[in-house]
């Protein structure tokens, strides 16, 4: 539970003063520090249950190879997988994000030919997601339009190449597939996020107004803005493969995470830990804006997205820059 809600350290104490751990309680903490970016931690605890006498089963295996995924552990996953019998597809699924993640991307597309998973449309997914984390904007447009054939009805498909022509300037393109998407039928997801601020749950939405301290926080995120601006911080100006069409036309400080940050700095006293939940993947620039205000302010900061736990502290990110 505390793994899963953002508070690791709660549950290596509560792991630690288990004095009869088994297969269960080792690969609950390898799969937690897995989501909290902490790969060579989880693979640490797998050898150390290895050493116990406690014999891994295939969840073990399976949560030590996304651990190896969160720290790009390549050879080290290499090793895990062979040590798995039959592996399942999210078993493959994770070879390849570990590749691609360690900007291997001939190796990982050598692994889904060998393994015969080249048309699935969650392997062609995780090399998008490796052409993201890596600017390959060239590769990222084949692996959409091939997951558009796959899956010609998922919406964030559409808007995953629209946001690459935006980035390009093919503003044509842009306007052709939004009027594709609506010929279709189809309804991109909306981003929101989620803060508790004194046992009450607090929603935003993108560029949301409708909060009863909307005026004071747009004001707290644009005082952080003009700073960090004096300070020399540039925001990119790179939209590529970024999940949600309605972000893309927002300035950062509108975003649904970043609104949450805001509440949660005027609302939460100082010290304590700002914890906020999207229901996407946080984009490159609220990233670097949280990164820089985990520092300027002084505070921690965990957002966990679609994917994975980000702990902000210093001006650092637990993921590594890899997500």
């Known amino acids: 539970m505390y793994a899963k809600s953002g508070s690791i350290e709660y549950a290596t104490k509560i792991f630690e003063k288990n004095c009869e751990r088994d297969v269960v309680s080792y690969t609950v903490m390898v799969e937690g520090c897995s989501l909290h970016g902490l790969g060579e931690l989880g693979v640490s605890l797998f050898h150390e249950m290895r050493e116990e006498g406690i014999e891994p089963d295939h969840v073990a295996y399976s949560a030590v190879l996304r651990a190896c995924k969160a720290g790009a552990l390549v050879e080290e996953g290499k090793l895990f997988f062979d040590c798995i ?33 080249v048309h699935c449309a969650q392997t062609q997914s995780t090399l998008l997601d490796g ?6 904007k060239q590769m990222g447009k084949r692996m959409i339009e091939q997951l558009i054939e796959l899956d010609p009805y998922n919406s964030n498909n559409y808007v995953l190449l629209s946001n690459i022509y935006a980035s390009m300037g093919k503003w044509g393109m842009v306007s052709s597939l939004r009027e594709m998407i609506m010929d279709l039928g189809l309804k991109p997801m909306h981003a929101y996020s989620w803060i508790v601020v004194r046992n009450k749950a607090h929603v ?18 644009e005082a952080l803005m003009e700073k960090m601006r004096q300070s020399g911080h540039v925001l990119e100006n790179d939209f590529s493969m970024h999940d949600v069409d309605e972000e893309r036309e927002c300035i950062p ?22 914890r906020v939940v999207k229901n996407l993947r946080v984009c490159r620039n609220c990233h670097s804006m949280a990164e820089w ?9 965990v957002l966990k997205d679609r994917d994975q736990f980000h702990h902000f502290k210093d001006g650092n990110c637990s993921c590594g820059e890899l997500w």
Do not use: T
């Open 293 to 301: 205000i985990s520092k300027f302010v002084d505070r921690e900061i």
């Open 204 to 221: 935003f939405g993108v560029a949301d107004v409708s909060h009863p301290r909307s005026q004071r926080i747009y004001w707290e995120l």
């Open 131 to 136: 052409c993201r984390m890596h600017r390959k």
């Open 253 to 274: 400080s509108g975003h649904s995470e970043m609104l949450a940050i805001g509440f949660g700095l005027i609302s939460i006293q100082s010290r304590v830990p700002i």
């Open 85 to 117: 019998e039959q592996p399942e597809i999210e078993d493959y699924i994770s070879m390849v994000s570990l590749l691609c993640r360690a900007n291997l991307f001939d190796e990982a597309r050598a692994f889904i030919e060998e393994h015969g998973i």
